[in-house]
């Protein structure tokens, strides 16, 4: 007979069920797993009921002395009747269970045993259990896809563990630190393929079922649990070649197989990168990819089958546009790099995920720019993750980048902006003041000491530390681990004031904590970093040397001085500090300084300034005129300048900012003014890219096809010159094809943004087309884009019936895309209102509808930040909070983030919309003649 563990579970058939005083939320510490003996069988024939089962033989090699054996499980039918304990070493002998216990807050599976499991002694626990393949796209789940060819419906299986989901497949110790062997074993029908983590040992018989067979894998090195990856399917693969004879393949439905090309190519090329840069191979004999129809996350790690969001592997030519296929290498090259910084190397405990996230989102960046140094990416995609870090990491709300976990539900909290981008930030200022021979030695050093271990941030501290004394690459009285606790154990980052006395040739240097909110009490602002200075001024106008020239320090208790620095320029020369965006900070000049930058500006002679430094000063006056620091007349004088910028970044940054100031405007009197200033800033850059026409081949940058999308986009929504009118007319000639989902004469750089356009202007039948189009579509970047185009319309009906197509439990939008969806549709004027309304009458069924995966969920309250911004609005989204707390458990500190920025976009209107408004009316009086 079965007894359910499923929260709530029963036991009772040979075990009394006993409770435990232990309350403490992680695992206990006195047993060790060593190897797990995985059986598991999958049945995918009967699509209304697949579930799985198996066996799980685990070696346990005690700490210290115990009578409980505590593990996880979640959601699994336990069949008590078949578990035993056994001694296998030292006179092997049968143990017992005397009865079990579960603890449902942390997940906990809890045996008592007959004896008391002794030191020294190694011991095997059998467990056998069962579970349904769910939809929730974590764990064992399940997912389908249609072949095209025949319209059947094919059914697969496949895990994703990380961060605390393998529980729910098989009982295990799932905690990261617990590294163990796994010896896997596969069951199922044999016109299915298996993949796990190693390569296929050998195949056998399933006596009980000859349509079925086993699939057993080598065993594999040790590895936490959330790195345990399998995965039953009918896929099709495309092989590729390392010259060092590692296996490397990847997998997709056989109807998109020709859309693996790219990644088959560039997999390979980016994990040798990553083999020279940290000076140590690949550890596995083989690698896979895996694109997968259903996924929430864009890639996941796992050792040696690595998995992806289709969007996320494959690249069609001349359907996908330049811009996926740039985030297709960037995610590739996160999960190559994982391999290293995550899977050799695990963090001690989920406090420290930045060891694996922020490191890899970093080196992916060097990676993508080692295979594609023709990008020239790493400027684009610093600046895009930089901009990130800075919104959220300028909120009282944000957290440091290492903090403490307090529950279970905390864990998947840390997997945002802070971990992966101001992490990778953090990386790279250090690899920029360490130089490039300490910083690879050290993580070399690093690497080798703890490979197949975990580590904390203080080893890798040490490690650098070595390195940096090594190479002599800082002041003997400086300490890594001093410097970079200040940025990895403190919340937020500083703005770092610049005063120059013009007499002496002086200037004064202080920092401060930059916040948004401008009610936030002067102890909030306190704080201390350890800051890398360099600057250069206009006759030297060197950008490109990086290393510091001097240091802002802090002192044991941990506050700052301000520090004088000698030689400045002479008094009608600029100075600008933070070459290249290289340490992690704002910077605000004395005014007569930025009226000399805004005079180089917008003099012809505006490229002596470096773009990233370009894109830092257009950030840095627009955030610090929002936080009331700065004069919003200055801000427009200094962004005018942009008539005559023609590279991406400096635009990207200057448009992300407007767009905020756009959302909060729309319902103002101001709005108005607002579009004549976007229509003068988009004219000029408009006309020199020629518009609408299809002159992408001529190019010869990845930035110049970006820019062009990019200005399109903004073009068109303030509706500057044709581009409204040329844009429907590339639709409409599209609807005209005969077969237009094989012909279609719409540019594929310019597809996402014509439909949009189209969809806005348009009629219901127009948006009937694009839904159409979507569901025969059968290229994931291609339908993507439609999705956030659908979002566009400004009819009504379009809309509520969207918004029901997203949260439809048939899922003719997949899970994966319905937050994709949703904030496209909550960021257009009619959407919104209908998407806030919708969001607050169906919380509760959104938030089960992706539980216990909460990452999608947060996504659903970036529109309310954006948009809401006045008293009343604050005070009923309040409400809504407070009457919905059972609906945010394990989202709350984004929903008090959300709250924060209603907070800030209100202050704005109450005490700096004011003279924003005054200043915006005097700048176009002295502007105003439209280019």
């Given amino acids: 007979m079965e007894w359910f563990l499923v929260f709530a579970g029963l036991f009772g058939f040979h075990f009394a069920t006993a409770n435990t005083t232990y309350d403490y939320y992680r695992l206990p510490t006195a047993l060790w797993p060593r190897k797990y003996n995985l059986h598991i069988l999958t049945r995918l024939e009967n699509p209304e009921d697949l579930q799985f089962s198996g066996f799980v033989k685990i070696s346990i090699q005690p700490l210290e002395n115990t009578k409980n054996i505590t593990l996880h499980s979640k959601y699994l039918t336990i069949d008590e009747s078949q578990t035993t304990l056994k001694q296998i070493s030292d006179n092997p002998k049968d143990n017992c269970v005397t009865s079990t216990s579960v603890n449902e807050e942390h997940e906990f599976y809890i045996l008592h045993v007959c004896e ?21 796209l974590s764990g064992y789940y399940r997912s389908s896809y249609k072949d095209s060819a025949t319209g059947e419906t094919r059914w697969l299986s496949v895990t994703q563990f990380e961060p605390s989901h393998a529980r729910m497949a098989f009982p295990c110790f799932d905690e990261p630190h617990f590294k163990s062997i796994f010896v896997i074993s596969l069951g199922h029908h044999k016109k299915y393929t298996a993949l796990s983590n190693m390569p296929l040992n050998r195949t056998t018989p399933n006596d009980s079922d000859p349509d079925f067979i086993w699939t057993e894998f080598n065993d594999s090195l040790p590895m936490p649990t959330y790195l345990v990856a399998y995965s039953i399917h009918d896929f099709s693969h495309k092989p590729s070649t390392l010259p060092n004879g590692t296996l490397f393949r990847t997998w997709a439905r056989a109807d998109v197989i020709e859309q693996c090309d790219f990644a088959a190519e560039f997999g390979p090329k980016v994990l040798r990168y990553f083999e020279d840069f940290f000076g140590l191979p690949y550890p596995l004999p083989k690698l896979d990819q895996l694109a997968l129809p259903d996924f929430s996350a864009n890639g996941m790690e796992n050792w040696g089958l690595v998995t992806y969001r289709e969007f996320s592997l494959l690249y069609a030519n001349n359907r996908t546009s330049l811009e996926d296929k740039g985030s297709v290498a960037n995610i590739i090259s996160h999960e190559m790099a994982h391999q290293w910084f995550g899977n050799l190397v695990t963090m001690n405990w989920w406090s420290d995920l930045w060891l694996n996230e922020g490191f890899a989102t970093y080196v992916a960046m060097l990676g993508v720019g080692n295979v594609h140094p023709e990008w020239k990416a790493m400027d684009r995609e610093f600046v895009q993750d930089q901009m990130i870090t800075f919104r959220l990491d300028a909120l009282e709300s944000s957290h440091p980048i290492s903090q403490p976990i307090k529950s279970v539900s905390d864990i998947a909290a840390r997997f945002d902006a802070i971990s992966y981008k101001k992490g990778a930030a953090v990386v790279r200022m250090m690899h920029l003041f360490m130089g490039e021979e ?27 530390s070595k390195a940096t004394h090594q190479f002599d690459s800082l002041p003997e009285k400086y300490d890594i681990k001093t410097i970079m606790d200040s940025w990895t154990l403190q919340t937020g980052f500083p703005v770092i004031n610049i005063f120059r006395d013009y007499s002496s040739n002086t200037a004064i240097i202080s920092q401060e904590r930059f916040l948004l909110n401008t009610e936030a009490p002067d102890s909030s602002r306190k704080g201390c970093w350890w800051v890398p200075l360099s600057y250069t001024s206009q006759s030297e106008k060197n950008f490109n040397n990086l290393k510091p020239k001097a ?38 000049y004395d005014v007569q300084n ?121 073009a068109c929504q303030y509706e500057v010159l044709d581009c409204v009118a040329r844009a429907k007319d590339y639709f409409r000639r599209w609807k005209s094809e005969i077969n237009p989902d094989e012909n279609n004469p719409i540019p594929t750089n310019l597809r996402g943004i014509v439909h949009c356009i189209a969809i806005k202007n348009g009629t219901s039948e127009d948006w009937e087309f694009l839904w159409t189009r979507y569901q025969n579509s059968n290229v994931a970047g291609e339908r993507r884009s439609i999705l956030s185009s659908l979002g566009c319309s400004l009819d009504n009906n379009d809309l509520k019936r969207y918004l029901d197509l997203i949260f439809d439990p048939k899922e003719l939008i997949r899970k994966q895309d319905s937050a994709w969806s949703f904030t496209a549709l909550a960021s257009g004027k009619v959407g919104f209102p209908l998407a806030k309304k919708y969001f607050i009458d169906n919380v509760d069924t959104i938030y089960k509808y992706y539980y216990p995966a909460t990452k999608s969920f947060r996504l659903l309250f970036n529109p309310f930040a954006l948009n809401l911004a006045n008293r009343t609005e604050l005070d009923e989204f309040e409400e809504f909070v407070e009457q919905s707390e059972e609906s945010f458990i394990g989202v709350e500190d984004t929903v008090q983030q959300t709250l924060e920025q209603i907070v800030i976009n209100v202050q704005w209107m109450e005490s700096i919309y004011p003279k924003f408004s005054q200043s915006l009316q005097d700048h176009l009086s002295t502007n105003s003649v439209d280019k």
Avoid at 116 to 136: D, M, R
Avoid at 567 to 578: A, C, E, G, L, T
């Fill in 438 to 464: 300490a910083f690879r030695s050290g993580l070399t050093s690093y690497l080798e000491v703890y490979a197949y271990k975990n580590a904390e941030q203080d080893d890798l501290w040490q490690s650098l």
């Fill in 551 to 588: 240091w802002l320090e802090c002192d044991q208790d941990g506050n700052s001085q301000a520090i004088a620095i000698q030689r400045m320029p002479k008094s009608d020369q600029w100075v600008i500090f933070n070459k290249q965006m290289s340490a992690i900070c704002k910077i605000n």
């Fill in 594 to 714: 930025w009226k000399l930058i805004i005079e180089t500006l917008t003099s012809g002679n505006f490229e002596i300034i470096h773009q990233m430094n370009r894109a830092q000063l257009i950030d840095d006056i627009l955030q610090l005129a929002r936080s009331g620091e700065q004069d919003y007349g200055l801000a427009l004088k200094l962004i005018s300048y942009l008539e005559k910028e023609r590279s991406y970044v400096p635009w990207f940054m200057a448009l992300k900012n407007l767009e905020i100031l756009g959302g909060i405007l729309q319902k103002t009197d101001t709005f108005g003014l607002f579009k004549r200033l976007m229509v003068n800033l988009i004219t000029p850059i408009y006309k020199f890219l020629n518009g609408f026409d299809d002159n992408f081949n001529s190019m010869k940058s990845q930035d110049e096809v970006l820019l062009k999308t990019l200005i399109l986009i903004w």
């Fill in 116 to 136: 008391e499991l002794l030191v020294g002694v190694i011991y095997e626990l059998t467990l056998a259990f069962s579970g349904k393949l769910n939809n929730k």
